[in-house]
């Protein structure tokens, strides 16, 4: 099957000659949930800008739904939907009106029952004939998301859809995610909220200085890169670590009370059997132990500063 999105070296260079993406390559299939992250002026916003048709590429190309986004414009912009990263809504309107107009941009005839289906399932239905400006952020920003599916569009970008959003909500949004993505709609989202890419992502990009450098399935990335740190409460503490187990990639805490092993979380366990091993033979004694695996963000703060280089 064809993906969704499909992006072939698409760079972009901003007119004061910034350049913002570098030759990116990209597919998105149909049904999947995609999280971009990356840091601050990463150019995720300018990569979703440029898929929706609201910055020009400078190269390259891209394809929504089949269609090219500069030479077929209006089909592939009615496949899609967008949550902008800026709220921008007519604050005098009421939410009832900016949704059905926001469909009817797409010359799409009304269907009542839809977007009554789409402002129910956001809880906004008891708000239709609110005017905007007496919505909290976190209702406006589902107004948002309601006027993206308003036209039925077969892929949905959110770009920052939880900024500013309290807990509570942003588990709501993600409830809802996952039934829009059930219900056949492809998404792709961008977060600074790593939580958010762990829980929701089904494959993660992870961007910096305009580059993609990596694109890997949730559970792999967190197989292939994570870590997993093993801690030993010690029976006494140490003053440093003794030189028969300086080989070992171990770290003794401030207080010396306690040993910290860390090792692949793929590699096989033959490491901890030794280490015990030698522990014993040192004449070392431990009263407790706790494992814990690193966490998306471990991983994506050890990508993002990682060797750096260009500037921003
Ligand atoms: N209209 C513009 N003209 C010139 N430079 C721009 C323009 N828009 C964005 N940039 C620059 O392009 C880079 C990428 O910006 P972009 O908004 O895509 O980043 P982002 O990854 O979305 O960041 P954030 O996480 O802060 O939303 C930044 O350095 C930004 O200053
Ligand atoms: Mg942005």
Redesign the pocket.
């Given at each position: 099957m064809q993906p969704d999105i499909s992006i072939q070296n698409l760079s972009?260079v901003?007119?004061?000659g910034?350049q913002?993406?570098k030759s990116i390559n990209l597919d998105i299939q149909h049904g999947e949930i995609f999280a971009l992250l990356?840091?601050?002026?990463?150019?995720?916003?300018?990569?979703?800008?440029i898929i929706c048709g609201i910055?020009n590429p400078t190269s390259g190309r891209v394809l929504a739904s089949g269609h090219d986004i500069v030479t077929e414009y209006r089909a592939a912009r009615e496949a899609i939907g967008l949550v902008p990263?800026e709220l921008n809504t007519d604050a005098f309107e009421t939410v009832w009106d900016t949704v059905a107009f926001s469909r009817g941009l797409f010359g799409k005839g009304p269907d009542n029952a839809h977007l009554e289906k789409v402002l129910r399932d956001l809880s906004l239905w008891d708000k239709r004939h609110n005017r905007i400006m007496a919505l909290s952020g976190g209702m406006k920003r589902r107004v948002m998301i309601a006027k993206a599916l308003s036209h039925e569009p077969r892929i949905l970008f959110l770009?920052?859809p939880t900024a500013g959003v309290d807990v509570e909500l942003r588990r709501d949004m993600w409830t809802m995610v996952r039934k829009l993505r059930q219900s056949g709609v492809t998404i792709i989202l961008?977060t600074?909220y790593i939580e958010e890419a762990e829980e929701m992502a089904d494959r993660i990009g992870v961007?910096r200085h305009?580059e993609i450098i990596l694109v890997e399935e949730k559970h792999q990335l967190m197989a292939k890169l994570g870590k997993k740190e093993l801690r030993l409460h010690l029976q006494s503490p140490l003053d440093n670590i003794p030189g028969a187990l300086s080989l070992e990639p171990l770290a003794l805490s401030d207080d010396g009370h306690e040993l910290i092993y860390t090792f692949d979380s793929q590699q096989e366990q033959a490491g901890i059997a030794r280490l015990l091993r030698q522990l014993g033979d040192e004449g070392i004694e431990f009263r407790d132990l706790q494992t814990r695996e690193s966490s998306l963000e471990d991983i994506f703060v050890g990508l993002v500063h990682e060797t750096s280089g260009a500037s921003?």
């Open positions: 972009k901003y007119s004061g910034f913002a993406l990356g840091p601050n002026g990463a150019g995720k916003t300018t990569l979703i800008s910055v990263q770009d920052e961008t600074h961007i305009g921003r």
